[in-house]
């Protein structure tokens, strides 16, 4: 009998989870259509083509063109420009619209329209009077005609966006004590869900800092032997010669172009077949592109593809943290789902890879440190050499390793164990450090000039003879640079809501996310049943000062190697320094919030419930407001 309503109550689950899908679903598709493009939905729907050669023009004294459009209030939400060119058209547009009173408004539009398109869409939103197109003389004879339209355009990351929050949302408050228990679970699928709204939105663009460079790292090595070919859309993309799009519809048409350009191979040469040990943090995005060309897919879903490979190996990385981290979880969860963080990880780049796995190696060091059995061998292997993995590509976080040199003597079985352990720490540490200090070394020692390849007045060796002559003046250019940046580089919106090219976001969301990581930050190690006595408390002393040393000392090898690399000989100021570098940092600077004391009354099942859920809000706002407003 008991089975039977147990059976009965799981039925009722499943048809109302079923029936919350469905209504769902539409109301996503309904937010998409109508309430984000509400007056285009609201206004009759058509399109008005007017070819050029019968549209009134008037020559004026500038040397343009000016084309005159007279209408009765109709709502216009774009205007495309039809053309053929083979340089790009700049125009303005004077539109006279009503506003919501009735009252006639004057606004000015400008537009340059790519000679690779063939056409343009421009937004305009209003119910218009009359409008004022103006050109150059020497391109009014490249324009065919001139489109006025009124639809809704239907964008994929949009729709994702609001059924992703709303579904996600629904689950973890419908189901609080099933994925409240998981937390590794929320974390996966806000991420994933998240990232892949970021990868749609940004449709062919590249979006984040250097992504050229990274994408075409990734292209070159993604063929697997000793030939490559470079098509038309790569060399667009690599040479940063891909129009901008401002609107969906332009967005579409270039994603048609790319896909056409494909085709039209423009280089091809042969190339090594081995993957040197920095570009190794490509390898998700690699195979990410190989199967694409393999699949035979589009060029636009290649990219995609290459993107969205690096989503899922950064999220895993995370995902096995929080799953095999005993301490911690909720600050994982929390720093893996920062705005900046997931926009990493949804583009081409290496420093989604080092974020993650630096997270994993040090989330599993703080298992093994706290933990009061001898040291595990399978779990401290995987955690060192997630960091030193990780570090391949930007070493100068590899002092996140001497973490392992706080292990006390009751961890091993014997002295001599300890000791091994601890040199070998040591050999590794070198060897890393020596990976970027004997290139330097061999720069200055044969007294060759390397600087920033972008130009200025760069030179290590030089920079690096001025630190050693004046060692107190650069102690003060960097220790300055640490501390009026210190803020905002670990908490401000340079850092947590920073979208690179997309721009920087410190609305609402920003805040949602600032105060759920700080209030996690504080509460998170408090959850735990077990108090503890006073030996533990000074390992965590200890544990907390000497992972406040590594970080500082960290930050101050970030500042120096940008000084010598990105900054002029002799400046006051460090450049090149960018926030994004401190992501490592966070979670690191988390360990020394660890407390007992603050605690929080809640059910361990509705804190992480409500830690994702707060998190998955001010992510998604960011998201929208950097992606899409």
Not at 25 to 44: A, C, H, I, M
Not at 153 to 175: M, Q
Not at 388 to 408: E, H, Q, R
Not at 582 to 605: D, G, H
Request: net charge neutral; charged share 15%.
């Amino acid at each position: 009998m008991e089975q039977i309503k147990q059976i009965l109550k799981n039925k009722k689950i499943y048809l109302r989870d079923f029936i919350a899908i469905i209504v769902i679903f539409f109301l996503s598709l309904f937010v998409e259509q109508v309430l984000l493009q509400w007056n285009s939905f609201k206004n009759e729907k058509y399109e008005q083509t007017f070819q050029v050669s019968e549209v009134q023009k008037a020559e004026n004294k500038d040397g343009e063109t000016t084309y005159d459009f007279l209408f009765d209030g109709r709502y216009v939400s774009s205007i495309y420009l039809i053309y053929q060119s083979k340089t790009d058209i700049s125009s303005r547009m004077k539109v006279t619209f009503y506003d919501g009173y009735g009252q006639k408004e004057v606004m000015e539009l400008e537009d340059t329209a790519s000679f690779l398109l063939g056409k343009s869409a421009v937004w305009v939103d209003q119910k218009v009077d009359s409008l004022k197109l103006t050109v150059e003389n020497k391109d009014a004879d490249k324009l065919n005609s001139i489109i006025f339209v009124n639809h809704t355009v239907f964008s994929w990351a949009k729709f994702l966006l609001v059924f992703s929050v709303l579904l996600l949302s629904y689950l973890f408050v419908s189901h609080c004590t099933f994925f409240g228990k998981r937390p590794e679970w929320m974390y996966a699928m806000v991420s994933v869900a998240l990232g892949t709204v970021i990868i749609l939105s940004a449709h062919h663009s590249f979006d984040s800092w250097d992504e050229q460079i990274h994408y075409n790292i990734a292209y070159t090595d993604s063929w697997v032997w000793n030939y490559m070919e470079y098509s038309d859309a790569v060399m667009s993309n690599v040479e940063m010669r891909v129009p901008t799009g401002d609107t969906l519809e332009e967005e579409q048409w270039i994603g048609e172009w790319l896909n056409q350009a494909n085709d039209t191979v423009v280089l091809s040469s042969q190339k090594g077949r081995f993957l040197r040990y920095g570009q190794r943090a490509y390898l998700p995005q690699i195979l990410g592109l190989g199967l694409g060309r393999t699949l035979g897919l589009s060029y636009v879903a290649t990219v995609f593809l290459g993107k969205f490979f690096n989503l899922l190996f950064c999220t895993a990385v995370v995902t096995c943290a929080i799953r095999f981290s005993k301490y911690g979880k909720r600050t994982l969860m929390c720093v893996g789902l920062l705005p900046t963080t997931v926009f990493l990880f949804s583009s081409f780049t290496y420093d989604a890879f080092v974020i993650a796995l630096l997270m994993l190696g040090i989330a599993l060091f703080v298992t093994e440190y706290l933990s009061e059995e001898k040291i595990q061998t399978k779990r401290t292997m995987v955690s060192i050499l997630a960091m030193v993995v990780g570090c391949f590509s930007k070493a100068v976080y590899i002092p996140f390793l001497a973490l392992y040199w706080l292990m006390p003597k009751d961890k091993f079985y014997s002295r001599r164990q300890k000791n091994l352990f601890k040199a070998g720490i040591f050999v590794l540490l070198i060897l890393m450090f020596a990976s970027f200090i004997l290139p330097l070394i061999g720069n200055v020692t044969s007294g060759a000039e390397v600087g920033d390849y972008r130009g200025g007045d760069t030179s290590q060796t030089s920079q690096l003879s001025m630190i050693l002559g004046y060692p107190l003046t650069y102690t003060g250019v960097l220790l300055k640079s640490l501390g009026t940046t210190f803020a905002s580089y670990f908490i401000g919106s340079k850092v947590l809501a920073n979208f690179a090219y997309r721009g920087i976001y410190d609305g609402i969301g920003y805040f949602v996310v600032l105060l759920t990581m700080l209030f996690t930050f504080v509460t998170d190690f408090g959850m735990t049943e077990k108090t503890y006595d006073a030996q533990m408390k000074r390992k965590i002393l200890m544990m907390k000062i000497w992972n406040a040393v590594l970080i500082f000392g960290t930050a101050c090898l970030v500042w120096t190697a940008l000084y010598l690399d990105f900054t002029p000989v002799g400046s006051m100021v460090i450049n090149g320094v960018s926030p994004r570098y401190y992501l490592p940092l966070i979670f690191p600077l988390s360990l020394i919030f660890i407390n007992q004391k603050v605690r929080c009354s809640m059910k361990l099942e509705n804190y992480q419930s409500l830690i994702a859920f707060l998190m998955l809000i001010g992510t998604g706002i960011s998201i929208y407001c950097l992606m899409f407003a």
